[in-house]
């Protein structure tokens, strides 16, 4: 794997810095933003929320790591809502769900292989869950892979990853190349396209799907077809719009993205990396086509919102969507929230296109 070359910075710890301005990118789209304070959540994100609150999660931060990892999640909140609303809470169907393990930089790296109804072959979509590179897992971030298999009938190849803070940056990163490495040589042995390979991912996952193209670019790897970048991790600056008007935001706020970053990095200056600030890479000419999707009440937006700018002003094809009156986390929760349905068929809508391409 490359080693980028991170910026000098001070040494200080996180959590002295986390108040203060210690990025530059993206300042002038995030003052361009229309203000979104005081947004509250619709009636249906509400109800996933009183759910959560009801499950009563420790704050992050607030215990270890791994204790962390055993937290009542978004996704445990919304099957007790479909418990109380007396539907099922069966995951969406698709033909089928297959678990293994693949070689990794450092060891084994899980993966769960979603594939469609239909012959095949089919276009695949490397998918990277959430959790800040610290928590969940395959199972928390099952919702959308099968989601995406039959919205875009697309086998979805989902992939763990090591995460922090026993295993720091580029660790994470690492994984997910190799991940993506591994589907484009082993596609057709689960009737997958290596021609038609896209990347996807939620929070820090969009942010590693966003990394791995410009790895692939970097190494003359095969360039993903497609990106979906959803509310994505792309800077380090806790200043902007969005986090000011969601510092206390649930389930994402500025307290936990802090905590995040100080499990993560070994140092402060890695936030200005390019893989971790995405806008920071001098170069985004070359990078797929992308989707970018982010939701009004999430820490991210600004962010989310910058990327997709900066990568169209590098010439890339970009559809950006933003989602009023929901918050971080909300994509996976098509089952009780109407506008996870419209982002999911958004995203779906811009792979197809990649595919056909």
């Not at 270890?64 to 999640?73: D, H, W």
């Not at 000011?244 to 990095?265: G, H, S, T």
Request: charge should be negative; avoid cysteine.
């Amino acid at each position: 794997m490359k080693a980028y070359a991170t910026k000098a910075m001070s040494t200080i710890s996180l959590a002295s810095v986390a108040y203060v301005a210690i990025a530059t990118i993206g300042h002038t789209a995030f003052a361009a933003e229309k203000d979104g304070s005081g947004a509250k959540p619709d009636s249906q994100m509400q109800a996933v929320l009183d759910e959560l609150t009801k499950l009563e999660p420790a704050p992050l931060g607030s215990v270890p790591a791994a204790e962390a990892r055993e937290q009542p999640t978004p996704a445990d909140a919304v099957k007790a809502l479909l418990e109380n609303q007396g539907k099922p809470t069966t995951p969406e169907a698709v033909a089928s769900v297959v678990d293994q393990s693949i070689d990794g930089p450092e060891g084994d790296i899980a993966i769960r292989i979603y594939t469609p109804e239909g012959d095949g072959p089919f276009p695949v979509i490397v998918y990277y869950h959430g959790g800040g590179w610290v928590i969940a897992d395959l199972d928390v971030y099952d919702a959308t892979p099968r989601a995406m298999a039959n919205a875009a009938d697309a086998v979805v190849v989902s992939s763990h990853y090591r995460q922090a803070p026993e295993h720091k940056f580029p660790s994470a990163h690492g994984d997910a190349f190799a991940a993506y490495q591994w589907t484009l040589e082993n596609a057709g042995q689960f009737n997958g396209d290596p021609n038609r390979v896209a990347v996807m991912g939620e929070s820090a996952g969009g942010n590693l799907a966003a990394a791995v193209s410009v790895m692939a670019r970097e190494q003359d790897a095969p360039i993903p077809v497609h990106q979906v970048l959803v509310y994505p991790i792309a800077g380090y600056e806790f200043d902007t719009a969005s986090y000011v008007e969601n510092a206390n935001a649930k389930p994402l706020n500025r307290p936990a993205m802090e905590w995040f970053f100080d499990q993560y990095l070994n140092n402060p200056g890695e936030g200005l990396d390019p893989l971790i600030s995405l806008s920071e890479e001098e170069n985004l000419e070359g990078l797929p086509s992308t989707t970018v999707i982010t939701a009004q009440i999430d820490p991210l937006r600004s962010e989310g919102k910058a990327y997709a700018d900066a990568l169209e002003e590098a010439g890339i094809d970009v559809r950006y969507q933003n989602y009023d009156g929901v918050t971080h986390e909300f994509f996976g929760m098509a089952a009780v929230v109407d506008k996870a349905k419209e982002a999911q068929e958004f995203a779906a809508e811009g792979l197809r296109q990649a595919f056909s391409r």
